[in-house]
């Protein structure tokens, strides 16, 4: 069974960091796209940043660019999110997702292009 697990949210004051983890088991991470995506309280789930398989290319939310950086290590079957100058408005469940179709070129930030998901990870920023 494929697996997805986010790991690393918290709560941090405004202005901290935070580096969030997305490991997959049974699911060769090489092959997949992943995309991280957030979901506030009442709100719908919003497109935060993108990796093509090969890591070459990388695209984020204009909310959060210059502030968070996707990295992957295929060797750990791991995507990393680092986060920096965090927000109160950053508070919210993050997701990751694996994606093959076409590499998601195009589509990244559209959630329902995603194959698997996470459970999700909370980050908290307090002001």
């Known amino acids: 069974q494929v697996q997805l697990v986010e790991s690393g949210g918290g709560l941090v004051q405004a202005g901290g960091s935070l580096r969030l983890s997305c490991a997959a088991s049974?699911?060769?991470?090489?092959?997949?796209?992943v995309g991280w995506f957030r979901q506030a309280p009442g709100k719908e789930r919003e497109f935060v940043a993108y990796?093509?398989?090969?890591?070459?290319?990388?695209y984020y939310a204009d909310s959060v660019k210059g502030r968070f950086t996707i990295s992957r290590d295929d060797a750990k079957n791991t995507v990393y999110l680092q986060m920096n100058s965090l927000k109160p408005e950053d508070t919210a469940v993050y997701y990751c997702?694996?994606?093959?179709?076409?590499?998601?070129?195009?589509?990244?930030?559209?959630?329902?292009?995603?194959?698997?998901w996470g459970q999700g990870t909370q980050v908290t920023v307090s002001s």
């Open positions: 997702g694996a994606g093959q179709k076409n590499n998601l070129i195009g589509s990244y930030s559209n959630w329902q292009e995603y194959d698997y």
């Open positions: 049974r699911l060769p991470f090489i092959n997949y796209a």
């Open positions: 990796i093509s398989r090969s890591g070459g290319r990388t």
